[in-house]
Nanobody, 125 residues
Framework: QVNLVESGGGLVQTGGTLRLACAAS????????MAWFRQAPGKDREFVAA???????YYADSVKGRFTISRDSGKNTLYLGMNSLKPEDTAVYYC???????????????????WGQGTQVTVSS
């Protein structure tokens, strides 16, 4: 069983910065592909960023160049640094983990079998 707990959300003005964290209770954190998704009111949950290991990362086009996904395996924690925030970034942000044996970095929601409870990010204009 994997437990994911997000933190770091809040209210920020346009152009501001936030860093989200996701604490994972897993035995071998480095074995999991980890991702951030977000869901705005009335919209489907969408991919934001994903990573596996210490190097490879993928980003949605809408956040590329503004958001940075990273992980600290010593702390079993995933991060999402968010810069130049826009009102359209307003959403609940979810941390997700993929525990499959295939060493891929999924960007599609169905691959992820563990989810956190979400943290609200609100960007005011």
């Amino acid at each position: 069983q994997v437990n994911l707990v997000e933190s770091g959300g809040g209210l920020v003005q346009t152009g501001g910065t936030l860093r989200l964290a996701c604490a994972a209770s897993v035995y071998t954190f480095s074995n999991y592909a980890m991702a951030w998704f977000r869901q705005a009111p009335g919209k489907d949950r969408e991919f934001v960023a994903a990573t596996r290991g210490s190097s490879a990362a993928y980003y949605a086009d809408s956040v590329k160049g503004r958001f940075t996904i990273s992980r600290d395996s010593g702390k079993n924690t995933l991060y999402l640094g968010m810069n130049s925030l826009k009102p359209e970034d307003t959403a609940v942000y979810y941390c997700a983990a993929y525990s499959g044996l295939n060493p891929i970095i999924p960007t599609r929601l169905p691959y992820y079998n563990y989810w956190g409870q979400g943290t609200q990010v609100t960007v005011s204009s």
